[in-house]
């Protein structure tokens, strides 16, 4: 059985939040895509998702910028992150863009932690106006973490979660297709591991360097 881990970051303020409810809407829709997928070995793709609350970190964040130095409780929330599989990053839209302490955590990243990471982008608003925001917003700063975000972006505003929604899809179906590309996003990720021509171990070989093309200079 091959199994594949989910980060979900979600940076709702209050609790109950409805950024964490979209959050596990969203997660347990990308669980039961993936389960329906085989890995490469034509084996079952067995799920687990760690989850992390900003709320929660929101003081360690704040020292980590001033000070530079993680706790061990933020530096353990950066590792469940950084070392998933794929993402799914949820936030709450604040003054037409994602959230103080939702940037705050993405700063307190490596730039390159998220290179080649699946990411579903979900946020929600009181109102479908700032339903553009993840794609004039959150996109661009996860394309400049180069991640490799799905195409569909779930927003939620308070109308989805009466049942009224907008106009565009049901919230149920946005979060069903969003969901089924990460999780197809996760599978062909998976199958091209170690088959990626830019991996410069699949052509200096084992133990090799761009010493040995460049002729006898590994060691130096």
Known sequence: MSARRIAVISAGLSTPSSTRMLADRLTA???TALGELTGPDG???EVSVDVVELR???HAITDNLL???ASAELESAINTVVSADALIAVTPIFSTSYSGLFKSFIDVLDPDALRGMPVLLGANAGTARHS???DYALRPLFA??????VSTGVFAASADWGGAGDDVAPLAARIEKGARELAEAMARRD?????DPFDPANYLGEGGSFGHLLGGLAGE
Do not use: E, S
């Not at 400049?144 to 975000?149: I, Q």
């Not at 199958?191 to 088959?195: D, K, Q």
């Open 56 to 58: 929660d970190l929101a």
């Open 29 to 31: 829709a990308t669980a």
């Open 67 to 69: 000070t530079g130095f």
């Open 132 to 134: 553009l925001a993840i």
């Open 144 to 149: 400049y973490l180069h991640a490799d975000t």
């Open 191 to 195: 199958a091209r591991t170690g088959n």
């Open 43 to 45: 084996a079952p793709i």
